[in-house]
């Protein structure tokens, strides 16, 4: 129990303010080991992109009062997600970010509808927790390697991973409650 109460702790911490030490692709925080594929300087552009993105995404003002829209990225490929209430929106917000030149490829899962409510949110912010939770626990499987995103019950797996590391997070995820559909967006290393 108290090792699951410790990893439970790391995955809330860890997307914070935790200070993480980085080492050729290997961080130690908290007393774990993360094993991450991309390079220190690919992990620094993958949060420089998601800030800057967000930003400029969240600066548009019609985008920010009609629409609820999130980036992520993970190796230089951008996830977008959320809701617009129309194609017309849901385009603009795919320009937002493909103007930024340090994205090499993008996926829009902007979906056309009112955006959910906040409490729709927090329940995708549990659920990701609870994925991620689970796939800390998992034996022969570095999911530091793997970003995890969940919107409307929709859970995107993405990393830098092989096959068989894909496969195991898949299968992970599926047991976890709330899941209402998984997209895989890995890339593979072997």
């Known amino acids: 129990m108290k090792k699951i109460l410790t990893i439970f702790l790391i995955v809330l911490l860890l997307p914070g303010c935790l200070p993480v030490v980085l080492v050729g692709g290997v961080a130690a925080a908290g007393g774990a080991i993360i094993y991450d594929h991309r390079s220190p300087k690919g992990i620094v552009e993958d949060r420089d992109v998601t800030f800057q993105t967000q930003n400029r995404l969240s600066s548009d003002k019609e985008l920010h009062a009609q629409a609820h829209i999130s980036i992520a990225t993970f190796n230089h490929i951008a996830l977008l997600v959320g809701q617009a209430p129309d194609k017309e929106l849901r385009n603009r917000a795919e320009s937002i970010a493909k103007s930024n ?4 490829m993008l996926y829009n899962e902007v979906t056309i509808e009112q955006p959910i409510s906040n409490s729709a949110r927090a329940n995708d912010s549990w ?3 609870k994925v991620k939770t ?3 626990t998992s034996p022969n499987l570095n999911s530091a390697s793997l970003k995890i995103i969940t919107e409307n019950g929709v859970v995107y797996l993405m990393g830098l991973t ?3 590391q894909a496969q195991i997070a ?3 995820t599926r047991t ?6 998984i997209v895989k967006l890995f890339e593979y290393i072997n």
């Not at 030149?101 to 090499?104: A, E, F, Q």
């Not at 976890?176 to 559909?181: D, E, F, I």
């Open 127 to 129: 659920i990701t927790t």
């Open 170 to 172: 898949t299968d992970k």
């Open 162 to 164: 092989t096959h068989t």
């Open 134 to 136: 689970t796939l800390l």
């Open 101 to 104: 030149s340090n994205i090499k």
């Open 176 to 181: 976890v409650a709330g899941v209402q559909k």
